[in-house]
T-cell receptor, first 115, second 116 residues
């Protein structure tokens, strides 16, 4: 079965610094990969997703993620953190080619932005 | 706004009571998911529907949990004989359900259940 592991339940970065949130996946076939964000008191929303094609995926709010098959990773980055980026971020996976597959989420990483 | 709506937003119940939650997905969405989220954890898959068909139910889910989507529109999640361990945020999400698993999920705000 597919799964994702997010390294670090809490990450703190200074405003203006690089944001790096780590996600590794486990899947028998190359999966679809997603990052969702949950801002305080709001529902989850999609940041970006990898389906096929270019392995560097750009999302909303300046975030991007790179699919690396050799490392089974899909880390999320942003060059310069902003205070408004403080939120919880979830990596998720679903199986490619199985139309009835579900989407499985990681445990999440809470991003703290230091002034 | 025609987003995913969940009702109620909060539910407090005594242990042993039954509770039912409702989810209204975005109108043209064929796929509907239920997840459970506890503090500090990611959404845990419970079950999902393609139209009115329930495709899968998590093996972690006890028989006390049941979900329906009778006409392929709204869905209900019932928990019988609630236990304190059932306390969590119950999330509903929907997607177009056009036959691929890379679709964007649209989440509701959730129902927070507290079992006393």
């Amino acid at each position: 079965a597919q799964s994702v592991t997010q390294l670090g339940s809490h990450v703190s970065v200074s405003e203006g610094a690089l944001v790096l949130l780590r996600c590794n996946y486990s899947s028998s076939v190359p999966p679809y990969l997603f990052w969702y964000v949950q801002y305080p008191n709001q529902g989850l929303q999609l940041l970006l997703k990898y389906t096929t094609g270019a392995t560097l995926v750009k999302g909303i709010n300046g975030f991007e993620a790179e699919f690396k098959k050799s490392e089974t990773s899909f880390h999320l980055t942003k060059p310069s953190a902003h205070m408004s980026d403080a939120a919880e971020y979830f990596c998720a996976v679903s199986l490619r080619g199985n139309r009835d597959d579900k989407i499985i989420f990681g445990k999440g990483t809470r991003l703290h932005i230091l002034p | 706004d025609t987003g995913v709506s969940q009702d109620p937003r909060h539910k407090i119940t005594k242990r042993g009571q039954n509770v039912t939650f409702r989810c209204d997905p975005i109108s043209e969405h064929n796929r509907l998911y239920w997840y459970r989220q506890t503090l500090g954890q990611g959404p845990e898959f419970l079950t999902y529907f393609q139209n009115e068909a329930q495709l899968e139910k998590s093996r972690l889910l006890s028989d006390r949990f049941s979900a329906e989507r009778p006409k392929g529109s709204f869905s209900t999640l019932e928990i019988q004989r609630t236990e304190q361990g059932d306390s969590a945020m119950y999330l509903c999400a929907s997607s177009l359900g056009l036959g691929t698993t890379n679709e964007k999920l649209f989440f509701g705000s959730g129902t927070q259940l507290s079992v006393l």
